[in-house]
């Protein structure tokens, strides 16, 4: 069973949200892709990592202690780091190295580990140093209002920020609504027709694959399944 502690949005062009989570038992949770990547600081007795994810295309099983605590901070699909970009990042997580009790390296640099109460702080600091960036090509996309491109441009932006296809992430994102209608309640046919799936055992097919669930087991989770890429 897990509980979040803390939840909230930031205002930053580059972060998606921060959360705040302590597990009360050991177990496992099905961590499900939400077009995000992440920096996750995992707290484990007196150890504390710092783990840098990119985007997933499939759920992962994590695997937690009671007393474990997270702290995560979720960069939008269009921020990137130039060292770790997303074509390298697709589907992987990286240990990065500490440095003392209270920093870690992110390439040549050290940066001090951050808190809920400072993350907001520490993006702005990753940004103004060029260790994190935005594709404005890509935000043009995901924001609904494109630029204008060839299609092979906008392959080649999406691959290398995102790690993914334009058309990948599209289904992803495709999944994640069908979720979030699912657990309000809607009928699976209607959410099939409503998200353009051909029909009902497409979007079964569609949702296990990349959700790890079929539209049953996802209004029994309800809640207990926490959206996310640190893995």
Known sequence: MKRIVQSRPIDSPFVESISSVRFDTTGTTLMQPDGCWDIAIIKRGDDT?????GLTTQPVVYEHEAG????????????FMPLMPGDIMRDEGVMLEKFGKAGFWIGTDVREIPTFENADVFVERLVRD???????????VVDGQPKAMTERT????FLRTTGLTYKHFTLVQRAQKAVAMLQMGRPAVDVALALGFSDQAHMINSLKAIMGQTPKEIVRAGSGTLVGNFQ
């Open 49 to 53: 990592m710092v783990l840098r994810t």
């Open 68 to 79: 474990d605590e997270q702290l995560v901070i979720s960069f939008k699909p269009h921020s």
């Open 154 to 157: 906008l392959q080649r932006h």
């Open 130 to 140: 060029g260790i994190v960036d935005s594709n404005e090509l890509v935000a043009s």
